[in-house]
């Protein structure tokens, strides 16, 4: 029988302590409902100190990445408050830090149904996430990502635009620089072809979760590009086409 609590406690001292650890299904099996109840469980420990829900995140958008890891649908993380960055990060709480390019949505009003996302949506902007992983090498199967709240370590928004402005999400050209050097560049098209449909995505979860997008959240769509190690005492820029750029330096 599974412990979710044991489990949970044991990814959240690895974030805390900044040491990584082995997978959990090293250690016995783990189906994909424990690994979200195990999701959730460390959100629990989270909120008790204080941090607040803020949206989901969403994980395996690109269809190499299903196909990598043998999986046919989306997954999603959590995101609070304390992961949200204004501009600069202390990499010294992280164990191996990534960094991508995103597209996120800000919701409106409170979403129940994927038929209902298109029409909730407040504002697009350009963002990145970080990511980093608990488990040693950056190596897990999905039931251990998924436990492991997708990866999610912190994100990074740049400024809301009315999606009416903006004639269509679905191409846009978006680009990573670090320390002023063209690092990746990609396009909106990567995340499920169109970024619309991760939105649905989250709302479907969401439905299913019991746990509707409320309005305020952030999701994050996906990646545009592939993760590439985030360095110390770096500046990011990531821009997308029509939205602008958000900015991070590292410490």
Not at 36 to 45: K, N, P
Not at 97 to 106: K, M, W, Y
Not at 182 to 202: C, E, H, K, N
Request: aromatic content about 4%; hydrophobic content about 50%; glycine content about 10%.
């Amino acid at each position: 029988m599974t412990d979710i609590q044991e489990l949970a406690t044991t990814l959240d001292d690895a974030a805390r302590r900044v040491r990584a650890i082995a997978p959990l299904t090293e250690a016995g099996p783990l189906d994909m409902a424990d690994a979200y109840a195990v999701q959730r469980a460390v959100l629990a420990r989270k909120s008790a100190r204080g941090e607040r829900l803020i949206g989901v995140k969403m994980g395996f958008t690109s269809r190499a990445k299903m196909v990598q890891m043998g999986v046919d649908d989306v997954i999603w993380g959590l995101l609070t408050d304390a992961m949200l960055v204004e501009s600069t990060l202390d990499l010294s709480g992280l164990i191996q830090p990534r960094i991508e390019p995103e597209i996120a949505f800000l919701i409106g009003r409170r979403v129940h149904s994927a038929a209902e996302a298109d029409a909730a949506v407040a504002g697009v902007a350009v963002g990145y996430e970080v990511l980093d992983s608990r488990y040693r090498d950056f190596a897990f199967t999905l039931p251990d990502v998924i436990a492991d709240n997708a990866s999610a370590a912190a994100f990074g928004l740049g400024p809301w635009h009315d999606p009416r402005d903006l004639g269509g999400i679905s191409n846009i050209g978006l680009v990573m620089e670090i320390e002023g050097r063209l690092t990746q560049t990609g396009s909106s098209a990567a995340i499920l072809g169109d970024p619309m449909r991760s939105l649905r995505a989250a709302a479907r979860l969401a439905e299913q979760a019991g746990m509707p997008l409320e309005p305020g959240w952030v999701v994050l769509a996906g990646a545009a590009t592939a993760a590439v190690p985030l360095p110390r005492n770096a500046h990011v820029r990531i821009s997308g086409a029509g939205l602008g750029s958000v900015a991070v330096t590292t410490a």
